[in-house]
């Protein structure tokens, strides 16, 4: 089996897509230097480069590092919580939801122990931070789950400052009560701002309606309910193309942003019923850290009577640009700052393109009536982030170079929703997207269905590129309907890396691939 175009000097990998298929079914756990120490059995094959290789340990090895180690223990098991006004039996983070959050400064060693006390085999993801490849929590790809009852330790230099989190990487788990914030704190950053605030926002169903796992059965068995997944899509040709993508002013996501009817939103763990009151002094200036946790909403986020400077996106710094109200899609993160007025004033997020309550926690500088739940503020109608608004830092900014390697991923269901589906392929049947360390590689995303997808990347940050990129650095970007997205991605960081929808439901059945350093 021959597989060319892997050298640093050819654009473009051709294989067969049979020669792909097979080394899709072995890439997972046949990785040269792997933790099972495996070698590829066909010496024709590419090598590819394993979370256990000599190539990851030398780059964390060369991590700028304070000599700091934060430790923590993260346990994962059942759990009782009072969501404020009703109590659920779920599964989370040592026992609240959201977890612990977790601090740490750039360039400081993390070391936390994983305690699985869960029934069913489980692991830590780290989103969005650019760690060694061996700790970055896939199952099968880059360690062994933790079966329950064992623990794993993980251990990693968090190189980038920013806002991240953390989620269980097994099943449909991520749509439980598991997830913690994790903030990496830039030592150089002036920190303009009196108080910092995250706000993890979730859409709940577990021990209140049908759990994720009954969920995604359901889905399997009946798909969307008769919402055709764009079977046949492939021969609408040039529609792929489209710019724009279908959304419309009203509802940029496009008409359909959700499959799951969640029957509870949260901001911090808390339904509006008895929400999370900030308290601050009128004209204090707040840095919110917005974390979309959900495992199918997106969020429109707002706070009433605020403008909200948005001063980074997945924990990365962009030039501040000052709107009413944005969307944050599942995985993505928005850092703001905010100039507190005084009373108290709703901090909103309202499910969007998707019928249900919205979330409400309470931004108080002075006595006063709390905002009523459910009564939203105009903000919500107001300027719209979008994307072509922001712009990258100095610092943040990638510098130009010419694309050594493109990639497409083409985003397409079947079977009226029952797979989803990257360049025609579920999961299972993935052709692995091979990239050479030191390439620029250029993915471009095609979007072939009617519904938005949070496309994510591990160990790594694009930057959107391609017509109306404005080069911003981001691990999640929403693709609308319809719509292509170019990102490029400077490959630096080697190993066997995820990417996928950050819609749990469409990543568990089948839209995942493998952005896979070969040499
Ligand atoms: Cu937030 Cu593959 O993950
Ligand atoms: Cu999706």
Same mark, same amino acid.
């Given at each position: ?81 009072? @969501? ?6 779920? &599964? ?32 830590? /993801? ?14 099968? @790809?880059?360690?062994?789950? %933790? ?21 269980? /990487? ?6 439980? =009560?598991?997830?913690?914030? #994790?903030? *990496? ?18 859409? &709940?169903?577990?021990? &209140?309606? +049908? ?15 008769? !919402? ?24 940029? $996501? ?55 400077? *948005?001063? /980074? ?46 979330? $409400? +926690? ?44 493109? #990639?497409?991923? *083409? ?21 692995? #997207? ?8 250029? $993915? ?8 938005? /997808? ?11 590129? =391609? ?11 929403? %693709? ?8 490029? %991605? ?6 066997? &890396? ?8 469409? +990543?568990?059945?089948? !839209? !995942? ?7």
């Amino acid at each position: 089996m021959t597989v060319r175009g892997l050298g640093p000097s050819s654009r473009q990998p051709t294989l067969s897509r049979r020669q792909v298929v097979q080394l899709g079914a072995i890439g997972a756990v046949a990785v040269a230097g792997s933790y099972a120490g495996v070698r590829l059995l066909d010496a024709s094959s590419p090598t590819l480069v394993g979370p256990g290789s000599r190539a990851v340990r030398e780059v964390e090895a060369a991590r700028a590092t304070t000599g700091n180690v934060v430790t923590r223990t993260v346990t994962a098991g059942p759990a009782t919580v009072d @969501l404020g006004g009703r109590v659920v039996s779920t &599964w989370a983070y040592d026992a609240t939801v959201p977890g612990p959050e977790i601090r740490m400064t750039a360039g400081d060693q993390l070391q936390v122990r994983l305690v699985n006390d869960l029934p069913e085999a489980t692991t830590v /993801h780290w989103h969005g931070v650019a760690l060694r490849n061996d700790m970055d929590g896939v199952p099968d @790809l880059t360690m062994p789950a %933790v079966a329950p009852g064992g623990t794993f330790d993980y251990a990693f230099v968090a190189p980038d400052p920013g806002t991240y989190w953390l989620h269980p /990487h097994a099943g449909i788990q991520l749509d439980y =009560g598991m997830q913690s914030a #994790l903030v *990496v704190e830039d030592p150089d950053e002036p920190g303009a701002y009196q108080q910092e605030v995250v706000l993890v926002l979730d859409d &709940w169903t577990d021990g &209140w309606g +049908a759990s994720p796992t009954e969920i995604l059965a359901g889905l399997v068995r009946d798909g969307m309910g008769g !919402m055709d997944g764009m079977d046949g899509m492939d021969g609408m040709g040039g529609m792929g193309g489209a710019m724009m993508g279908s959304g419309s002013a009203s509802q940029p $996501l496009g008409a359909d942003a959700g499959d799951v009817a969640h029957p509870a939103h949260l901001i911090n763990g808390r339904l509006p019923s008895d929400p999370v009151t900030v308290t601050a002094v009128p004209g204090d200036r707040i840095r919110f850290r917005v974390i979309n946790a959900a495992g199918d909403t997106a969020y429109r986020f707002a706070i009433g009577g605020h403008r909200l400077s *948005v001063t /980074h996106t997945d924990g990365t710094a962009v030039e501040p640009y000052e709107v009413d109200t944005l969307i944050v899609g599942m995985g993505e993160r928005y850092d703001v700052v905010v100039s507190v007025g005084d009373g108290a004033f709703p901090i909103v997020a309202v499910p969007e393109s998707k019928a249900g309550p919205s979330a $409400l +926690a309470v931004l108080r500088s002075a006595s006063g009536d709390a905002p009523t739940p459910g009564r939203l503020p105009a903000e919500l109608g107001g300027q719209l982030l979008s994307y072509g608004n922001l712009r990258p830092t100095a610092e943040t900014a990638f510098e130009s170079r010419a694309i050594d390697r493109e #990639l497409p991923l *083409v985003l397409s269901s079947r079977d009226g929703g029952r797979q989803w589906l990257i360049n025609g392929a579920t999961f299972a049947d993935r052709e692995p #997207l091979y990239v050479a360390a030191g390439e620029r590689v250029r $993915l471009t995303i095609v979007n072939r269905s009617m519904m938005f /997808h949070p496309v994510h990347l591990h160990g790594h940050t694009f930057a959107l590129a =391609g017509r109306g990129g404005t080069g911003i650095r981001k691990d999640t970007v929403n %693709v609308l309907p319809m719509q292509t997205v170019s990102l490029d %991605v400077q490959a630096d960081n080697p190993g066997q &890396w995820m990417t996928h929808c950050h819609n749990a439901y469409h +990543a568990e059945l089948g !839209m !995942m691939s493998v952005v896979s350093y070969a040499v």
